[in-house]
């Protein structure tokens, strides 16, 4: 059976994937979900120090530590960049690599999470550093879409 690591997007968690783990784990397979630090379950740990290589690092150590090989990595959103980041580390543990509604960086990408305000000079919980949330746009399926 495979060995799944699913890694969630910038604004979820690990929980995210509470109801795939059952599924895939009655059908034989185990199923890693890092949390990433300062998202989700790990929202505590946030601090302007966090970064993609924070989140590489994370998944880097749930596969080195768990020692898991011929694994299928998965990426969701933003964690697209985080197992692409992950490939230089591990490349040699996975077996297939998924990008699931992901962002597919190419070589020289970057992530820009700058905060968008002008700065006060002292950081706080919440402060500039913080990202908030894209808001998606989820048109009304009643409207008429025809122009008219």
């Known amino acids: 059976m495979a060995v799944f690591v699913l890694v969630h997007g910038a604004w979820g968690g690990a929980h995210g ?8 784990r009655v059908a034989g397979h185990e199923v890693f979900t890092p949390c990433l630090t300062g998202i989700g379950e790990r929202v505590h740990l946030t601090s302007p120090q966090v970064c993609l290589t924070t989140h ?4 880097v150590n749930t596969v080195l ?4 090989r011929g694994i299928v990595l998965l990426g969701f959103s933003y964690g697209g960049f ?3 980041g992950a490939l230089e580390h591990i490349g040699d543990r996975i077996r297939h690599l998924v990008y699931l509604d992901a962002f597919v960086p190419d070589d020289g990408d970057r992530v820009d999470t700058a905060g968008t305000g ?3 000079g002292v950081i706080e919980l919440g402060g500039d550093w913080l990202v908030a949330p894209v808001l998606a746009f ?9 122009g008219e």
Request: charged letters at 30%; aromatic letters at 10%.
């Open 118 to 120: 002008a700065g006060r």
């Open 82 to 84: 985080v197992i692409t």
């Open 17 to 24: 994937f509470r109801k795939i783990r059952g599924p895939l």
């Open 138 to 146: 989820f048109p009304d399926r009643h409207t008429d879409h025809t």
């Open 56 to 59: 590489i690092t994370d998944v």
């Open 65 to 68: 530590y768990e020692d898991l």
